[in-house]
T-cell receptor, first 115, second 113 residues
Framework: SQTIHQWPATLVQPVGSPLSLECTVE??????LYWYRQAAGRGLQLLFY??????ISSEVPQNLSASRPQDRQFILSSKKLLLSDSGFYLC??????????????FGEGSRLTVL | KNQVEQSPQSLIILEGKNCTLQ??????????LRWYKQDTGRGPVSLTI?????NTKSNGRYTATLDADTKQSSLHITASQLSDSASYIC????????????FGDGTTLTVKP
């Protein structure tokens, strides 16, 4: 099975500062990668997904961006954080082709607090 | 619009008791339905995954059912333990590119001694 490494686990940043959350995947190649945000007591909201290196699709307009510089690396960024960017961010991965069972593998999450 | 609705929103039970969580969906065309357990402050972990042809699937004390005709699923937890306290999330995927999923808001289960 896949293992998702996500860091940092916790981050407190001032409004207007930049952001970089990183995610790497082990145990598969050419995965589909996802960034989700979870508000307290709510379901996961898909922010970005990627089917390959350099290929990023955005689901909702926002202050964030994503990049996939390598096959198993996915980065969530912002140039200037807003208070509304606070939340719990989760990186996830699925396999592709025959290795795709439909199961999403999640990282441990990154809790971002913008003050 | 693809939607997944879960009920109840929260549930409190005593240790050792059974409980059932519900999930209704309108995702189409249906690919698979998954139940995840999410401990507070952690990433979700998969419990079961079911495709169109599967009616029931068990994982230890967790048993999931799927009725593809009525578009309903349930997760039954037997002989609950304190460690079952968590949020349980129903996730439904459509047969589309990238396999994007629709998430329910989850049911928060609290097991008390």
């Amino acid at each position: 099975s896949q293992t998702i490494h996500q860091w940092p686990a916790t981050l407190v940043q001032p409004v207007g500062s930049p952001l970089s959350l990183e995610c790497t995947v082990e145990g598969t190649s050419n995965p589909n990668l996802y960034w989700y945000r979870q508000a307290a007591g709510r379901g996961l909201q898909l922010l970005f997904y990627s089917v390959g290196i350099g290929q990023i699709s955005s689901e909702v307009p926002q202050n964030l961006s994503a990049s996939r510089p390598q096959d198993r690396q996915f980065i969530l960024s912002s140039k200037k954080l807003l208070l509304s960017d606070s939340g719990f961010y989760l990186c996830a991965s699925t396999g592709t082709g025959k290795s795709n069972t439909g199961e999403l593998f999640f990282g441990e999450g990154s809790r971002l607090t913008v003050l | 619009k693809n939607q997944v609705e879960q009920s109840p929103q929260s549930l409190i039970i005593l240790e050792g008791k059974n409980c059932t969580l519900q999930c209704n969906y309108t995702v189409s065309p249906f690919s698979n339905l998954r139940w995840y357990k999410q401990d507070t402050g952690r990433g979700p972990v998969s419990l079961t995954i079911m495709t169109f042809s599967e009616n029931t699937k068990s994982n230890g004390r967790y048993t999931a059912t799927l009725d593809a005709d009525t578009k309903q699923s349930s997760l039954h937890i037997t002989a609950s333990q304190l460690s079952d306290s968590a949020s349980y999330i129903c996730v439904v995927s459509a047969r589309t590119n990238a396999g994007k999923s629709t998430f329910g808001d989850g049911t928060t289960l609290t097991v008390k001694p």
